[in-house]
């Protein structure tokens, strides 16, 4: 059985940065391409950013380019959402997500994986 857990979500100033962890329990994580998803009240759930099992290729919403890092560490089975310069639009449950895939490259939809979610909430 495979079990995502999340953490690393607060309550943030507008401007401030926050680094978000996933860790990936069961399975073999070097196979998976992890993705960041978010949901804002009333708000669909959007793809964030990707990451390919190798670490070589990742994958950004537009409007968090420049902003948020994705990256991971295969020794650990984490994920981490590096996020900075955040804004109160960035308000959001965050949800990480993994898929093994066979060959290097990132997931933007299908995920069998989820984890919980993890509250970032970013005043203005």
């Known amino acids: 059985q495979v079990k995502l857990v999340e953490s690393g979500g607060r309550l943030v100033q507008a401007g401030d940065s926050l680094t978000l962890s996933c860790e990936v329990r069961g399975g073999d994580f070097r196979t998976y391409s992890v993705g960041w998803f978010r949901q804002a009240p009333g708000n669909e759930r959007e793809f964030v950013a990707g990451?390919?099992?190798?670490?070589?290729?990742?994958f950004y919403l537009d409007s968090v380019e420049g902003r948020f890092t994705i990256s991971r560490d295969n020794t650990r089975n984490t994920a981490l959402l590096k996020m900075l310069s955040l804004r109160p639009e960035d308000t959001a449950v965050y949800y990480c997500?993994?898929?093994?895939?066979?060959?290097?490259?990132?997931?933007?939809?299908?995920?069998?994986?989820w984890g919980q979610g993890t509250q970032v909430t970013v005043s203005s």
């Open positions: 997500a993994a898929e093994s895939t066979h060959s290097d490259y990132v997931v933007r939809s299908t995920f069998d994986h």
């Open positions: 990451i390919s099992r190798s670490g070589g290729y990742t």
